[in-house]
């Protein structure tokens, strides 16, 4: 069996093997055990969530499964949801929809800069602006024929890299584990009980 | 044309018009003003992203349109992704997949909350964990068989409330614009160009 061993330490000279900011010993290592070993890449991702009055509520990420064992973060996440006034909130958060679009920036952004990295893509700079679509009556239930999500999500990236071929670097995306969950869609079930 | 007013002030007695948390005639003001003027539902939410190196990038959100309006937020907000080291991260952030259970935690509480609030079901407390299967192999590209996104995600509710029917407080999520998008699926387009 190959190891993962979620301590690799980083190289002292920040460029030694690195490239866009990743350690590609590291990633390639990963990379390798799983192919190696399928079954490391099974992973439970994981997030608590607390109700704080009215619209606002507060998610803990504190780790997860993955390599076939426990591991935690380094650091325990804690993010706030809320509404703006206008949807009867006091704005101490973003809200749920905002998330989603950040969990999708950060995910495309991800997946494009390390495939890049492991196809030796150099990238300088890497920015992005995210719009939605999305008519409240559906989640209002004012209009049973409006959806209630998102319907259209645009992702304009900007990206300074030493390729020319920007459709390249776009089907990099593809891979992004978040984009793939939106628009193939994933089996959400949800059990409710009395405390 | 019934206006919607986003500065709509709080009742100086906390209890005065409130359920859940939740200033109701807020609430009703912007259902009944978008069941009267459709067009006041139609939203577009949005987020910017920077990339920090590495697996490290920041979203931030500013505003949105909606009610055929610009509005912004009462305060700008930050999120941080990141990877845990095993996925050559720093773990400065959750990471894009935790950012994603964290909006559909957010969305779901929210809708329960907000729609037993309509309904005069008064809720005490609530939590939930949500877990997702997740596949790295899918992302790494080690097999085209396995899906790339989250398969299932499972949300588990504890919630103390003044009815004893949980499915009748289950159904409500059922107007999550989160969970509907993970769900049904969305249209996402992305455009790389450079900068």
Redesign the interface.
Known sequence: MTA?N???PMPTDPNDG?V????ME??LG??NA??QE?E????????????L?????C?T?TG?Y??KQE?T???Q?E?H?D??????G??D???????????????????M???AAVRGIR?E???????????????????EK???????????????ADI?D??Q??RL???????????????????????
Chains 1, 2 share one sequence.
């Open positions: 993962i979620q301590n690799t690195m866009n900011g990743i350690h590291t990633l990963t990379v799983i192919a399928p490391l890449g099974a992973c439970k991702f994981r997030a608590s969530n607390k109700w009055g009215g619209n606002h509520n998610t990420v997860f993955g390599a591991i973060h380094k650091q996440f993010l949801a509404e703006p006034p206008i949807l009867a006091n704005d958060g973003a809200n749920p929809v905002e998330h989603l679009l950040n969990a999708l920036a950060a995910c495309v952004t991800t997946s800069v390390a495939h990238i700079e890497l920015e992005s602006e995210l719009e939605g679509d999305l008519d409240l009556r559906g989640f209002l239930g004012l209009d409006v959806p209630k999500g998102f319907t259209d999500i645009r992702i304009n990236f900007k990206v300074k020319d920007m459709e670097l776009k995306t593809a891979y992004s584990p978040v984009f793939n969950t939106l628009t193939q869609g994933a089996n959400v079930e949800i059990r409710v009980e009395r405390k």
